[in-house]
């Protein structure tokens, strides 16, 4: 290795010249200015700004969740590639592929359970860092379009996640596709075509396993790389990141800025290496599962969609489809994809929950739906008791409808009581109502996946 | 000379460019519709030319007397039962559960299709006993030719509810009437 103080004018040697003919800066650079100057010459560092504000390299505004995703990514596309090799996308031979990958090929099982895991807990940190963009107030301008690019990305996690839960081929991969398309049927209209398009015929068979082979290992990766590079560069643009501060309190303006390499590389680095130490503890001690073979005589019981989908399957349970697969979704992401065009009386971007009140209605509105999400769950099953299900009103109003509306009328409520009672600012209003239907929404997830057993009946875990 | 060529640019070039550029943007947009039609027949879902097991094709289920009355026979490789009614009548009956697409078994001690999905049940005709399925299980089309049952499983016959000329009958199982 050379060390920084070879002076570049003495004559190098044959090695020295091809080196220095890829990078012509130091290796490790020493100096501030040498550091600067390694940032802007190399192609994976230059899109890095050169300096960043001290304020938010704070662990407590990112919790590095933004990075971590990109990590994530980075991981499954080499363990992507890797299990490329040794899976074969038809019916007959998918699941044999898989088993003797695991038992068969060196380090097989390690792989495909870091595929594992990666996939699932880029849900989760995609998720969570949606909701750190959220409640940091990051998505008033000039952050706005970023929010819809990021609620695109984490469409592509999941379009990701459901397209190679079928690959394996076995029990658990073909009845959760199976029932999480089949909700595609209650959508009007189009729901069938689609369905048919993504099952490539009416049921699920050897053409649907190279339609999600093909969407899961190219059309995915390429998009969401891309929108990747989009979403980066539109951090960049808008300066960074927001700029964190206690309610009431006003941030420096211009910023105290500090050097991206070292300061904020390492601390990314850190975070990075920490994460890929957990993936590889969770690959190293628990398994990713693989059942039976795909047996399209037998359905198992129960029979449960993913656990990222398993909130909408407990709201089919107790809604009209209609509205449980179709408009309630619709209408959520409408909302979403709105949230950063209303118009707010404050800009409260780095401010963890926009303020006190803010905080204070948080923490009601959660409240308030740990308590009637799972009451509601039980009224509804007691009332839809096998024997007093029918009655005469249509089941698309007595079982969609009505309870919809319900839903609106309450969330009406409860923005006019916070708005005029409490005279809570627009922000604060909204976000309170967001964290209510977030926790109903958390709450139907978590009750979809522990407590409910055979024939989809509340048990206890 | 300059302010002349000027003069004749706005008056001849300006309407010309116009048209031009209009050009240009049709002929992107036909561009565009091509790809679209392109990439839409190619992804399209085609009929695979071998049908899997039985299932697609037109499956012979057997004499009409091989079949008791009140009993449910399973096809698996077709994917469909045959139900023979109380009166003799026959319905081949889909084994998709219409909520959400799994494998409904019948359960002869309940005298029931009851999906381990969602515990919707259907009875013998497949009509719905309990939700949350919202209509009855699909049918496919028999012939009773020659007092022998076949079953066209290629055409599924989606209905919202049971009605008796859904119900096939044989020469002996007309007689009852």
């Not at chain 1, 006190?356 to 007691?382: C, E, K, N």
Request: with cysteine.
């Amino acid at each position: 290795m050379t060390s920084p103080s070879d002076r570049p004018h003495a004559d190098p040697g044959f090695f020295k010249r091809i080196r220095l003919s890829i990078l012509s800066d130091p290796v490790i650079p020493h100096t501030d200015l040498e550091r600067k100057r390694y940032l802007f010459r190399n192609l994976i560092l230059h899109f890095r700004p050169a300096t960043v504000p001290v304020d938010t390299l704070r662990f407590s505004l990112t919790w590095g969740l933004g990075g971590m995703a990109a990590v994530l990514v980075l991981l499954q596309i080499g363990t992507g590639v890797l299990l490329k090799f040794a899976y074969e996308p038809t019916p007959a031979a998918a699941y044999a592929s898989i088993q003797s990958l695991v038992a068969g090929v060196p380090f097989g099982r390690l792989i495909r359970n870091m595929h594992h895991w990666c996939a699932h807990l880029l849900v989760l940190v995609v998720l969570l860092h949606m909701l750190r963009v959220f409640f940091t107030g990051a998505f008033h301008p000039p952050r706005q379009f970023n929010w819809v690019i990021g609620l695109t990305l984490f469409c592509f996690v999941l379009i990701a996640n459901f397209s190679g839960y079928l690959l394996p081929w076995d029990q658990l991969a073909y009845w959760a596709v199976t029932v999480s398309t089949g909700m595609l049927e209650y959508v009007p209209w189009f729901g069938f075509a689609v369905q048919k398009l993504i099952r490539g015929g009416p049921d699920i068979g050897p053409a649907t396993l190279r339609i999600f082979f093909a969407v899961h290992t190219a059309v995915v990766p390429i998009l969401l790389f891309l929108l990747m590079g989009f979403h980066f560069w539109r951090v960049r643009k808008a300066g960074g990141l927001v700029i964190p501060h206690a309610p009431g309190e006003a941030s420096l303006d211009p910023p105290e800025k500090v050097p991206t390499l070292p300061d904020l590389l390492l601390r990314e680095t850190v975070v990075a290496l920490a994460l890929i130490a957990v993936v590889i503890l969770l690959a190293i001690f628990f398994d990713a599962p693989l059942d039976d073979p795909a047996n399209p005589g037998l359905s198992p019981n129960p029979t449960k969609a993913p656990w990222y989908f398993a909130g909408l399957q407990e709201l089919l349970l107790h809604l009209h489809p209609l509205f449980a697969v179709f408009i309630v979704p619709l209408v959520a992401a409408a909302a979403l994809l709105t949230l950063p065009y209303l118009r707010y009386e404050t800009d409260t971007g780095g401010v963890w929950f926009a303020s006190r009140t803010g905080r204070i209605a948080g923490i009601v509105a959660a409240s308030v739906a740990l308590v009637i999400t799972p009451v509601l769950i039980l009224l509804d099953d007691w009332l839809t008791h096998p024997g007093n299900r029918f009655s005469d009103i249509p089941a698309v109003i007595g079982d969609g409808l009505i309870p919809f509306v319900f839903l609106l009328a309450a969330i009406a409520l409860i923005y006019r009581m916070l708005r005029r009672r409490f005279s809570a600012s627009r922000n604060e209003t909204i976000q309170a109502v967001f964290i209510f239907l977030l926790a109903a929404f958390i709450i139907m997830t978590i009750i979809g996946v522990w407590f409910r057993g055979a024939g989809m009946k509340l048990v206890w875990p | 000379m300059p302010k002349k060529r000027v003069e004749k640019e706005t008056a001849v070039a300006l309407p010309r460019r116009n048209f031009l550029t209009k050009l240009w943007f049709g002929l992107g947009l036909v561009v565009f519709g091509e790809l679209v039609w392109i990439v839409t027949s190619f992804l399209r879902p085609r009929r695979s030319p071998t049908p899997e097991g039985d299932f697609g094709a037109i499956v012979t289920a057997g004499p009409v007397e091989g079949f008791t009355q009140n009993s449910v026979t399973a096809f698996p490789r077709g994917h469909f039962y045959l139900a023979r009614l109380e009166d003799g009548g026959f319905l081949a009956i889909s084994r998709r559960c219409t909520h959400l697409g799994c494998t409904v078994p019948w359960i002869t001690e309940d005298q029931q299709f009851i999906c381990p999905c969602h515990s919707s049940a259907f009875d013998i005709r497949g009509a719905v006993v309990r939700s949350p399925a919202p209509r009855p299980l699909d049918l496919y089309p028999i012939t009773i030719e020659n007092e022998v049952v076949l079953v066209d499983t290629g055409r599924t016959i989606r209905r919202s509810e049971f009605r008796p000329e859904q119900v096939a009958f044989g020469q002996r199982g007309a007689k009852k009437g």
